[in-house]
């Protein structure tokens, strides 16, 4: 199987050509061979590029522990990318359909045209509990809401961007919450399809530090879907303004949640770093 690693702010995945090669059978065993930092690749999981028969290319994607998620706002970046240079959709307008739905990209492509950086439309918001989808509260919304989480009391706000988190601003983002309780926070029975974990420090009204715990890969350098909910976290307990610059692990990301349109867009780099093969035994 051939493959090309790609990242966006440091959230790295294995992207593999679904033109060209048919998607391996058992794709969610496959992605925690490859993710593995030692026994494989290496990565935060693995994206399949496939043709879409409503949009110019379709993303599928797997965690590093094998499960599925809709959506990933660093890996649809490097998606469109790969798409772009290698000829797949070459459109500074991309549709990407995604298990969040069909989204809408704005490639930033220089003077070699290769693209550089990538605008995505993140779509609105789904801040109600149910939806989200958390027990926390029957109706309504989860807003600075009291909760305790491995013997810390946390004031949690929750938001769907296609994929579920849980943000909870603090003074700092320590090893100890990050990945002590993140863990913990993921699989809280109250988040019945497990969650994403954002801990974040308010630096100004328009500037944050976000540390991410991610369903089912575990500490990531970055995570566009989390960085999007910070910033309507943000906005809805009166901590940011609606345009902020996102310091991840691995890079910034710049976010507005426009309130004409009540979408949020995030924009952000892609980075190829090498191409490579896998050997897929007689079963995959």
């Known amino acids: 199987m ?15 050509d679904c033109f060209s090669q048919e998607i391996p059978a058992n794709a969610a065993e496959l992605a925690q061979q490859v993710s593995h930092r030692h026994f494989g690749v290496g990565g935060d999981g693995i994206i399949f590029i496939c043709p879409s028969d409503v949009a110019d290319v379709r993303m599928q994607m797997h965690n590093a522990d094998g499960s599925q998620a809709e959506m990933c706002g660093n890996g649809i970046r490097c998606l469109a990318k790969y798409a772009y240079d290698h000829g797949l959709a070459k459109k500074r307008e991309m549709l990407v359909e995604t298990g969040a739905g069909v989204l809408s ?51 949690a706000t929750c938001v769907s961007m296609g994929n579920p988190h849980c943000i909870i601003f603090v003074p700092k983002a320590t090893d100890e919450l990050v990945l002590g309780v993140g863990p913990i926070i993921e699989s809280d029975p109250r988040f019945p399809n497990r969650i994403n974990v954002e801990f974040v420090e308010v630096i100004s009204g328009s500037e944050v530090r976000q ?7 575990g500490e990531t350098w970055a995570c566009g879907t989390g960085a999007s909910a910070v910033c309507v976290a943000g906005v809805l307990t009166g901590r940011t303004e609606r345009k902020i610059r996102n310091h991840l692990l691995g890079g910034d990301l710049l976010l507005h949640w426009e ?9 952000g780099g892609a980075v190829e770093v090498f191409q490579g093969e896998w050997p897929l035994s007689s079963n995959q």
């Open 2 to 16: 051939k493959f090309t690693k790609m990242h966006g702010a440091g959230n790295d995945y294995l992207y593999v």
């Open 105 to 155: 990209l704005n490639l930033h492509v220089n003077h070699l045209d290769l693209v550089e950086e990538v605008t995505v439309d993140m779509g609105r918001p789904i801040l109600e509990a149910s939806e989200v989808p958390t027990t926390l509260l029957e109706t309504g919304s989860v807003v600075n809401h009291p909760v305790e989480f491995g013997g810390h009391q946390f004031e």
């Open 211 to 217: 540390r991410t715990w991610e369903r089912g890969s």
């Open 259 to 267: 309130e004409s349109s009540d979408h949020v867009m995030m924009t």
